[in-house]
């Protein structure tokens, strides 16, 4: 049973920055590809970012590029977003996910939804 926990939420000012951890544990994690979503208030859990096994494919959400970096080391089998320039619109629980496919492309944006391991959350909130 592949189990994803998410650290490093809290709450920040516009401007600042935060870095989120996922630490899988029960499965290949090497293997997988993960990545990062996240869920406002009333709306819709949204793509944020993904990364291929070996790190050599990212795809971001629009509006997280040239802020946000996702990273992993699969020797720790630990996903990273360092979150830059915050704004209060990234305020939202932010969750860490897996898919037992290694790779990524474009369509992650939509395919994210049925990725096969999911964290609890952490929640970011960015004050104005």
């Known amino acids: 049973q592949v189990q994803l926990v998410e650290s490093g939420g809290g709450l920040v000012q516009a401007g600042g920055s935060l870095r989120l951890s996922c630490a899988a544990s029960g499965g290949s994690f090497s293997t997988y590809a993960m990545g990062w979503a996240r869920q406002a208030p009333g709306k819709e859990r949204e793509f944020v970012a993904a990364i291929s096994w070996s790190g050599g494919t990212i795809h971001y959400a629009n509006s997280v590029k040239g802020r946000f970096t996702i990273s992993r080391d699969n020797a720790k089998n630990t996903v990273y977003l360092q979150m830059n320039s915050l704004k209060p619109e990234d305020t939202a629980a932010y969750y860490c996910?897996?898919?037992?496919?290694?790779?990524?492309?474009?369509?992650?944006?939509?395919?994210?939804?049925?990725?096969?391991?999911w964290g609890q959350g952490t929640q970011v909130t960015v004050s104005s």
């Open positions: 996910a897996g898919d037992r496919g290694p790779s990524v492309d474009p369509s992650v944006v939509v395919s994210f939804r049925r990725w096969d391991y």
